[in-house]
């Protein structure tokens, strides 16, 4: 069993930056591949980005491309989740999520495919 508990969230004016924080219980952490989701109310869970176990391989939804940054610290057993130019549609709780990858530079993007979640972070965005 892997615990993820979700940190860094809070209330940002748009244009500003957040860095949220994903820490694991797995011992072996570096066999996982992680990724975040974020989930605004009435609305259903969206993918925003992965990364492979071993931290290499990335993969991001379009609306984040070029201003949020995943990363994947083996050693601190921590993802992390850079937002820079947060904007008005970003507002959401933001989860992590992980699963046992096989293969290493595999980067998975579906909800369905994540064993373990964390219970979210929010982010709320000022205009």
């Known amino acids: 069993q892997v615990q993820l508990v979700e940190s860094g969230g809070g209330l940002v004016q748009a244009g500003g930056s957040l860095r949220l924080s994903c820490a694991a219980s797995?011992?072996?952490?570096?066999?996982?591949?992680m990724s975040w989701f974020r989930q605004a109310p009435g609305k259903e869970r969206q993918f925003i980005a992965a990364i492979s176990r071993s931290g290499r391989t990335t993969d991001y939804a379009d609306s984040v491309k070029g201003r949020f940054t995943i990363s994947k610290d083996n050693a601190r057993n921590t993802e992390y989740l850079q937002m820079n130019n947060l904007k008005p549609e970003d507002p959401a709780v933001y989860y992590c999520?992980?699963?046992?990858?096989?293969?290493?530079?595999?980067?998975?993007?579906?909800?369905?495919?994540?064993?373990?979640w964390g219970r979210g972070t929010q982010v709320t965005v000022s205009s």
């Open positions: 797995a011992r072996t952490f570096s066999t996982y591949g």
């Open positions: 999520a992980a699963k046992y990858a096989a293969l290493v530079e595999r980067v998975t993007v579906d909800a369905q495919s994540y064993d373990f």
